[in-house]
């Protein structure tokens, strides 16, 4: 049972004032520390928005409009976040996830994780494309080319991903 109120008295207090403000300060530092830091990452990270309102107002100079352009880099943010997933996986883990892709005929994944099987025709018309897009470039300057822009340097690793 309970103790009433006036059984318990200040004086059995057993708690060290003292000792509490030393932690509540302690914790009060890092309070202000995160406020510190959460200030500057939002300052560094208005700057990077900035950046990319930037590139989409020169995008939108190119012909390429604002709307369309921020859901493509929605998608691909979500893209990037799937490839992440499957890229934490165990390689058996990984063959189950193509399975179920297969089974489930599930072509935005097949085709995302460049698990589509892609006929011998498909292959040709990409390998067509890049030649064309890549026209005149070749050896070195191709790979440089190519892996500046994000694609392969080999043109049948591209029919892949056509």
């Not at 103790?3 to 207090?13: D, F, G, P, R, V």
């Not at 003292?18 to 309070?31: G, H, Q, S």
């Not at 959460?38 to 950046?51: L, Q, W, Y």
């Not at 099987?117 to 300057?141: C, L, M, T, W």
Request: proline share 2%.
């Amino acid at each position: 049972m309970a103790k009433s109120a006036k059984e318990t008295s200040i004086t059995q207090n057993t708690y060290d004032g003292v000792t509490i403000d030393r932690y509540l300060n302690r914790v009060a530092e890092c309070w202000d520390k995160l406020d510190s830091l959460t200030g500057s990452h939002m300052n560094a990270c208005g700057k990077v928005r900035k950046s990319i309102a930037g590139i989409l107002e020169e995008a939108k100079q190119d012909g390429i409009p604002k709307t369309a352009m921020r859901a493509l880099l929605k998608l691909e943010q979500h893209k990037r976040s799937m490839k992440k997933i499957m890229g934490k996986l165990e390689r058996e883990d990984a063959a189950e996830m193509k399975q179920i892709a297969i089974a489930r005929q599930d072509r935005v994944q097949l085709n995302l994780f460049g698990w589509a099987e892609i006929s011998p025709a498909e292959k040709k018309a990409a390998a067509a494309a890049r030649r064309q897009k890549f026209k005149g470039v070749s050896g070195a300057d191709l790979a440089a080319v190519a892996e500046k822009i994000g694609e392969p340097a080999a043109i049948e690793e591209t029919a892949g991903t056509a």
